[in-house]
């Protein structure tokens, strides 16, 4: 055996929607982060969000197997003590931010979606890691999670707006272009739709359920995306 057959082949990196979205808002954020290793402390928006997950999470894991969603209790206080245990380290809310209030927000949104969306959605998998390999000649694998795959194979997104997004937001939604191309090229078909799940955070906060789908030549685009990307930062 000769020494280049008997080297080691190098880890793959990978490259999830976090890294490519901050990278294309501003390279030199992500130099910061993803090369020089800078951390800053998570916002009061992002716990809130986290928190939200985690409460979804919880009630559509057991419901793959029940289909019967938990009482709505136990959904607010998987929300509060995920919400009070982020709250221990160091957050860096915005000015004007105050925590408590930031709980009261995340408790109407999960109230509001465990009450309004929940009930429509019956999940098959539910934050499901993927890891997709594209190819021995590129230097990164594409991660991600699905939030929630249903049984009718509908990959859905639970997201908080400020506003209600436009359809050419939706159609436009890079993270669901990524959730689409890894679908089809781990399960060899494609998907009947996506959707966000979507709590508007007005004055008075409403559920909405956005559709959109993608094509076969929306995920060969977003994979040059890719490529251009991951040359750059190579």
Request: hydrophobic share 35%; glycine share 6%; with cysteine.
């Amino acid at each position: 055996m000769n020494e280049a057959t008997s080297r080691p082949k190098a880890e793959k990196g990978h490259l999830s929607f976090t890294q490519i979205g901050r990278f294309l808002r501003c390279p030199r954020q992500y130099e910061f982060r993803y090369v020089e290793g800078r951390k800053v402390p998570p916002s009061g928006a992002l716990i809130l969000g986290k928190s939200w997950h985690k409460a979804v999470e919880l009630n559509f894991r057991q419901k793959i197997q029940s289909e019967i969603d938990l009482p709505l209790n136990d959904v607010k206080d998987c929300f509060s003590g995920s919400f009070d245990r982020a709250f221990t380290e160091d957050v860096e809310l915005d000015e004007g931010e105050d925590k408590g209030q930031l709980k009261d927000m995340g408790i109407e949104i999960t109230t509001l979606h465990h009450t309004a969306i929940a009930p429509k959605v019956q999940p098959l998998m539910v934050e499901q890691e993927f890891n997709l390999d594209l190819g021995a000649g590129f230097p990164y694998t594409l991660k991600g999670v699905w939030n929630v795959i249903e049984k009718n194979g509908v990959i859905a997104d639970n997201k908080s707006f400020g506003k209600l997004p436009t359809q050419s937001d939706v159609d436009k939604n890079l993270q669901l272009t990524l959730y689409a191309t890894a679908y089809r090229a781990i399960y060899q078909k494609i998907e009947p739709e996506l959707r966000l799940d979507c709590i508007i955070k007005s004055k008075t906060p409403r559920a909405v359920q956005l559709h959109t789908r993608r094509s076969n030549a929306d995920c060969r685009w977003f994979l040059g995306l890719v490529e251009k990307v991951a040359q750059v930062i190579e």
